[in-house]
């Protein structure tokens, strides 16, 4: 019998005003008996509905079924044979708007919670299992991939699970792109991702870090190396910035430059690691994002007192997950809605001191079908802050287009893609992921690495 | 892991290694950098690419000891290895054809002017080479820059070798002695690059700096590295890190250079406290 219970079995976590003094996991997973009792919510619908809402096809159902049988492990084998990052998708996948969204059981009550039951057995599987993965037998291509992030990452897990010999080549000194520089420790433990990425070298994938593709070899280099195809998971690194004045004051930060200080740098360790990173006692967030999120919320951590999201629209038009705005603000961060930043003020010796928005008003639908916002003249005032992290959004890193000639992209720099396969205008070249779209999010991505993984293998088959 | 293949010592703050890193060596040309990082808990540190060797390997770097890191650097011997080395970062300088260059070195900033010069020199122009030190015991690169320069010229703050004063003047004497320079180059402190680029100005003589800001990653995707050039908003890392010292705005860039005086304060000092520690036991 089904458990019929109408609500999810609550994730335990930390408590808000504990959380905010540490850098360490919000979410503290399900114990056996809890994801037990939460897999027998699972109606096993003969349907589906749940995995046509997950880019990566994982076999929802069946690995629910398992895991109410407390088969751990082959539920854990049944979610890897389609998604290489199960403790990663689990912690920051928004389930409520794929999987979760289209469960069954959400119709009347809540849904099962997939991605908690995910992030179970994924962590069982790291805590209690300790052998190593069957290596599959390789065949003699070769195949580069660039960047290391979950496109990457995804593409990489499942051409070496086909036999290709899989070099993923890293700008920085560690890999994991976007899950190491960008999502922060208190939502995604970084040993979790490195076991992740251990069980991809496990299953033979060679990571070369330190090398920055576009600079010390170009794309056609590493076919003249022998690498048969090559995919491009570079991802969107490049900051925007507002184009107010004051951006350049000391103290105003891409939120990339401050996650990356704090996260792959360690700069909350600092001065045990050596990378500073400046906050003050009041703290302005531009953007309405997840990025947003996780650097208002790291930024509370670091010690400031009040810190403000400034968003130019209102909480329903917000990008960011529901359950990352309702983290933030039970650690206390405040939503300033509707407002715009105009300028940045800095004092005689040019650091932060505060940042002038003016009221904004909701008005007709724009071309993305929100409502634009429209600037209230004379609504203009000051927040007094000592630094600003502009959070609005990532473009493509330029560094690889630049660098190929025959590689065409779109105006705003994303690489032009054949939809259903990811091959580029470039023979033998194929991408995915935010390098593609924009900034988007980790499991879109997954989703773009493997169809390339699949069109890479076919490309290989029939060109060779 | 990157091997220091050599090390020496300059002068009493500055040092040169030889990196072994083949890979960058293959591709690096002047006016790049590179990014290092001792080890697990260090910082990512920029540092223009000083000379390199295709055959055997190598990349040079110089450096002042400053910092945590550069300190931490310093302290390392050849055969000891490095965790980090990554490069060529940045766009190489582009010279175009120059038939009288002077390249003005402030520092440690001769050893940034010295692959710009010897470029020059291997494409036939006629170099001046003005290097700057505070005084005789600071001096550095002296022969190494005699040798691919036509004329060179050596300041010292305090007058204990060579002219006494600042590279500027000596630059200001050359120019108004009729000396026809259709390119200057300029390295070194950011206030010294300034000073030549004003000097320059009136002159209209074309005139390259080398940026050095605080980055994190060098491929663009930090923007800590960014540079008010002619009113735009460029990111040194990926625009340059040369650009025309007639466009770039000085000011902001020395106050953005001492964002994390404090820190690295605070980050000398425990370093100082655990070598002293280490000392006494």
Partial sequence: ?464 | MFEIVKKRILNSQVKLMDIYAPHIAKKAEPGQFIIFRVNEKGERVPLTIADFHREKGTVTIIFQELGKSTKELGALNEGDTILDFVGPLGVASEFGHVKKAAVVGGGLGAAIAYPQAKKLNSLGTEVHTIIGFRNKDLIILEEEMKAVSNKQFVTTDDGSNGTKGFVTDVLKKLIEEGNQYDLVIATGPLIMMKAVSNLTRPYNIKTIVSMNPIMIDGTGMCGGCRVTVGGEIKFACVDGPDFDGHKVDFDEAIRRQNMYKKHETESVTKHQCKLGGGNNA
């Fill in chain 1, 1 to 464: 019998m089904p458990n019929m219970s109408p609500k999810k079995i609550p994730m335990p976590e930390q408590n808000p005003n504990e959380r905010i003094k540490n850098f360490l996991e919000v979410a503290l997973g399900y114990t056996e008996e809890m994801a037990v009792e939460e897999a027998q919510r699972c109606l096993q619908c003969k349907h589906r509905p749940c995995m046509s809402g997950c880019p990566v096809n994982v076999k929802i159902p069946e690995f629910i079924k398992l895991v109410a049988q407390r088969k751990f492990l082959e539920a854990y084998e049944k979610i890897k044979e389609t998604n290489s990052l199960p403790a990663v998708c689990g912690r920051v996948c928004p389930q409520e708007n794929q999987c979760e969204k289209v469960c069954v059981r959400g119709k009347k009550g809540e849904s099962v919670g997939i991605g908690r039951l995910e992030r179970f057995v994924a962590d069982w599987y790291i805590n209690n299992v300790h052998s190593k993965l069957d290596v599959p037998e390789k065949n003699n291509k070769k195949v580069a991939i660039i960047g290391s992030g979950p496109a990457s990452l995804a593409c990489a897990g499942d051409l070496a699970k086909m036999g290709y010999n899989v070099t993923i080549f890293e700008a920085f000194h560690e890999p994991g792109g976007v899950l190491v520089y960008g999502i922060p420790e208190f939502r995604l433990p970084k040993n979790i991702v490195k076991k992740e990425i251990d069980s991809l070298k496990e299953m033979g994938v060679e990571i070369k870090t330190n090398i920055v593709i576009g600079k010390i070899y170009s794309i056609d280099e590493l076919m003249a190396e022998g690498y048969d195809a090559i995919f491009i998971g570079s991802g969107a690194g490049l900051p925007k910035f507002l184009g107010i004045p004051g951006e350049n004051l000391n103290g105003v930060y891409s939120a990339n430059e401050f996650l990356t200080r704090v996260n792959l740098m360690k700069a909350y360790k600092f001065p045990d690691y050596d990378t500073p990173v400046y906050v003050g006692k009041n703290v302005a967030v531009v953007g309405g994002g997840n990025v947003a999120m996780d650097a208002a919320r790291s930024a509370k951590r670091l010690g400031a007192e009040n810190v403000y999201i400034i968003y130019r629209r209102s909480k329903e038009e917000m990008p960011a997950r529901l359950e990352e705005v309702n983290h933030a603000k039970e650690e206390g961060i405040i939503f300033n809605f509707l407002e715009n930043p105009t300028k940045i003020i800095g004092t005689d010796d040019g650091w932060v001191k505060g940042i002038e928005c003016i009221k904004m008003e909701l008005g007709e639908p724009d071309l993305t079908g929100r409502r634009k916002p429209i600037a209230q003249e004379g609504t203009e005032h000051i927040i007094d802050v000592d630094s600003v992290i502009i959070a609005i959004g990532q473009g493509p890193n330029p560094l690889i287009s630049s660098s190929t000639k025959e590689l065409k992209t779109k105006k705003w720099g994303g690489i032009i893609i054949d939809e259903d396969t990811g091959a580029t205008s470039k023979k033998g070249v194929f991408a995915g992921g935010d390098i593609v779209t924009g900034a988007a999010t980790v499991i879109l991505a997954m989703g773009a690495g493997k169809k390339a993984a699949e069109a890479i293998d076919n490309y290989l088959k029939n060109n060779n």
